[in-house]
């Protein structure tokens, strides 16, 4: 198997707090891996660093075998990784379409041309991106109108404009329905795995963890508490102390159950 | 030289470092709770000093000299701090959730109404205040004579320093001012009062405001020009300072003061430049500001924002009809209308271009004047110093102000928000300042005079046609700009930046090119500016204009293309008809803004677009 993200001893401070304590994972060519663990455990903040937003203090950056770190985030975007936030961020005031042709203009190195309407670029390959996440038919309304579930869904579009390698998804179901959740992360697996793209996300549902993970890490204050298969996190009596707790251990069991 | 010649300008710096200070802590403190930048500050000191003047005379008879006097300042500043509340009830209540753009020009409507005001009931000439009772004569310091009163105001900054810590740490109203400077939703959570928290803060600013005013008014006569020529420094100190930090204030205030001191005796003609090259320095290193902290916002979008839509057939042949009578216009109309027409093409292009970077950049300028200006001057400099034609002087203009935005937008586009709009009305000063005070090369005050069209042109019309079609197809170009790539990228990084930044976009890079395109543009309104008045001054690019071009955009809405070309168009024919006939038009323009920002946040062009889109959708 090839490694497409390495990440190697990253570790970040905030003042006195360590947030990410030497952590270390590598996540493999067409697999989904999930970062969970209980709030404040470094997560976002090690999302944060592999994704550029967030310099580290020390560790590596691997994409691909090519060292990223502290390449800021449009760098990192150019070589190959697409992005979602925990808050979903998108253009409001552009229509639908236009939000996810955005991304093949800039993809597409046509973001300083001063003549051609932008409406009219890579509109099929927009409407093509839009149709297969299942909002194609909002394609002309105001993005920022959408309702949420559908908001993310036209960020996830984006984030698949220029073909990723790899996709950084922050809590992708946060602030989502119960139902909406479900839908949105098992048509994000079934997409990643059509087209070998390995996606790195956090998430706090459980449900939707091991439902749909290949490998997870578990964080708690920042240090790695345990790493491996959905079936070896959920045996591992630590993380049951320490995080998935007794309700956390039944939702496990059941989705794996509903998996197999 | 002389040490003790310098430990006297030291002192001299000292004196005015705590004037700057209690106009900008007054300042600081507002912008903190309210997150309004308030160009009524001061108005605010402005009026300080009037109602002291008032005041002391009928006091001093009444009471006696020491009494009288000494009373009747802190009656005035009280007095000020009630108008600061009336302002607040008033106006400030109904924009707190508005954006930046309209706090700002809101605050300057009320500038300019106070300005109308003064004028009326104290006259347009400098009153002298009396002699402060008790500190009237000199105490002599290293052999130097030191006027008493001056050890009375350096001793009133620290006073007052001590006074608000007091307040800030002692006070269970200052620890609720200071919580709210931190975040005031949570303490609106918490159940605090905010309404009336806000009102006290604006007493005690304008208080403090008033207080400065009045003090000063031993050492300066009362006179209607002391509001602006104050603001502009305070907006520097408190900057400076980082926005809502009274100890930043502080500190600022005695930079600014003790480089000025100095200043002046190593290079007289900086003294106006220097507080914003001071400042522009300190936001390349510190973009908060000394003690400052960063605002989070990453979102600069206006509240009725919609996607852009291509022109529909009606809309179409709507324009090529308006093409069409301007095209014949000057058949059936005389001269003074064709120069009335040709003038609004002139600030339609200066509108639209500073809507390119303000409406789809989310960038607030507050010296798009300074590119106007630059232009303008850039072309007439050409004509006068070096007896070049027009055609070379208007190719020139363009370079001129393009230059000059490429160099100051360098620097604008690495802060974002209130602080970006500060930098760009820092920039325009320096600009302004330089065309003030270097006479020598720009003739200063009076500008340059004689700059007319070459033989060809000289013919009213002819220039009429020569305008529509410059200032016709630098708006085509910015138009088509705005559709195409380039302008969706500047309107993707102003809804999100994040978004922008996770897909490739460089975006400082392309808000500095969009800077130094909108600059180039308003160049050109500049340059063809110039040729139809014969002449240029400061006031093409102090302040005001840059206020006419924001109320421009205002006026037509912020959220459509088509806005700043009616606001434009609107805004000169009302100048041209309504200001001869008021003496008034600084109070009248101030209630336009104010009617604009509070009931018509769309403008004219929006508010029919909204009209009209809900009629479609009605039917």
Known sequence: ????????????????VVAVDRVSFTVEAGKLFAIIGPNGAGKSTCFNMVGGQLPPDAGRVRLGGEDITGLPPRRIWRLGVGRTFQVAATF??????????????????RLRALIPAARRLYRDEAMAVL??????????RQCGLLAYGDIKRVELAIALAHEPRLLLMDEPTAGMAARERIDLMALTAEIVRERGISVLFTEHDMDVVFAHADTLLVLDRGRTVATGTPQEVRENPEVQRIYLGGAGVAAAQRAMEARA | MDPAFFFIQFLSGLASASNLFLIACGLTIIFGVTRIVNFAHGSFYMLGAYFAYT???QMMALLGDALGFWLALPIAAVAVGLCAVVMELILLRRIYRSHELFQLLATFGVVLIVQDLVQEVWGPEELFGPRAPGFTSFVVIFGFRFPEYQLVLIAAGPLVLGALWLLFNRTRWGTLVRAATQDREMVGALGVNQARLFTGVLFLGGFLAGLAGALQ?????ANPFMDVNIIAEAFVVTVIGGMGNVLGAFLAALIIAQLQAFGILVFPEITLVLPFLVMALVLVVRPWGLLGKPETSTSHGFAGDRPLRPLSRTQQALVAALIAVLLLLPLVVGEYSQKLALEVFIYALFAFSLNFIMGAGGMVSFGHAAYFGLGGYGAALLVHHLGLNMELAILAAPIAAGLGALLFGWF???????????????FAQIVWSTAFQWVELTGGDNGLIGIWPSQWASDRTVYYYLTLLVCGAAIAFLWRASHAPFGYTLRAGRDSTVRADAIGIDLKRHQ???FALAGTCAGIAGGMFVFSKGNIDPGSLAIPTSVDALVMVLLGGIQ???GPLVGGAVFHLLEAYILPLTDYWRAFLGAVILVLVIAFPMGLAGFLRDRLTREESAS
């Open chain 1, 131 to 140: 149709e297969r996440v299942g909002v194609a038919d909002q394609a002309e």
């Open chain 1, 92 to 109: 409001t005031a552009m229509t639908v379409v236009e939000n996810v042709q955005m991304a093949f203009i800039s993809h597409r190195r």
């Open chain 2, 512 to 514: 500095w090119l969009a």
């Open chain 2, 55 to 57: 005041l002391t005379q």
């Open chain 2, 217 to 221: 008014l031993p050492v300066e006569p």
């Open chain 2, 412 to 426: 604008v586009v690495r802060l974002s928000g209130v602080y970006l709009a500060m930098l760009t009305l820092a």
């Open chain 1, 1 to 16: 198997m090839t490694a497409v993200l390495e990440v190697d001893d990253l570790r970040k401070a905030f003042g006195g």
């Open chain 2, 560 to 562: 459509t293309l088509t």
